[in-house]
């Protein structure tokens, strides 16, 4: 009997995150920083898949002291969990992209409800779209003067069913982004980051199933 309950624990806690199921409506929490321990809403669509906290703990452990001061850019965000978890430990401002109009209506909510809608403008609308705009409008985009934290979380299909879309997005804003960014991507196993069209600078890869994280600086 304990053996089958401590299957069906394990079951329910890998339907929450980055496991891309059918997931339960859960509170997400910030990890660490000035806002640690802050609840997140999350309704349980499964169009959105929350990074685990210790997922997320992980990815921030692995990018260290480098998120203070930066301009942290989520373009996927989902519930803006990544991006808040940057302010938290310390970057300057955050850009939030999600098509989703459910999702940027709860996301806004999350980000409302730590008062930091002026550090945090949400951008309603397609990443792709987004990373082709700032590098058409670079005036339009976040500030040059100061490194980028960039997340690219998305649904892990997007990295083969649009791969060529993705490629091409991730070499625009890789273009874009000042010296010294660092960047942060999530997917899993059915994609290698040695297509990516730029050189990795201090590559970390960890992998925490399903989900492998990259992270690399320019």
């Not at 199921?21 to 910030?30: C, H, N, T, Y």
């Not at 990018?63 to 996927?76: C, E, N, Q, R, T």
């Not at 705009?133 to 500030?143: S, T």
Request: charged fraction near 25%.
């Amino acid at each position: 009997m304990r053996h089958k309950k401590t299957n069906n624990k394990s079951r329910k806690n890998r339907s929450v995150g980055s496991e891309p199921a059918p997931k339960e409506p859960v509170g997400l929490r910030i990890i660490g920083g000035t806002l640690r321990g802050s609840k997140l809403q999350y309704i349980g669509d499964n169009r959105v898949r929350p990074m685990k906290d210790r997922t997320r703990e992980a990815l921030f452990n692995l990018i260290g002291p480098a998120v203070k001061g930066s301009y942290a850019v989520d373009l996927f965000s989902g519930t803006g969990a990544l991006a808040i978890e940057a302010i938290s430990r310390g970057a300057a401002e955050a850009a939030v992209i999600e098509i989703h109009l459910p999702t940027a209506a709860l996301l806004r909510q999350n980000i409302a409800s730590l008062n930091l809608l002026d550090k945090c403008p949400i951008h309603k609308t397609d990443a792709f779209f987004w990373v082709k705009n700032i590098a058409r409008h670079p005036a339009e985009g976040p500030p040059k003067n100061i490194p980028w934290l960039v997340f690219c979380s998305p649904p892990y299909n997007f990295y083969t069913d649009r791969q060529s879309e993705m490629l091409e997005m991730l070499d625009a804003i890789f273009r874009e982004a000042p010296e010294n960014s660092i960047f942060a991507l999530e997917y899993d196993k059915h994609f290698d980051t040695e297509i990516l069209p730029f050189p990795l600078s201090s590559l970390k890869i960890r992998e925490y199933f399903p989900a492998i994280l990259a992270v690399f600086n320019k």
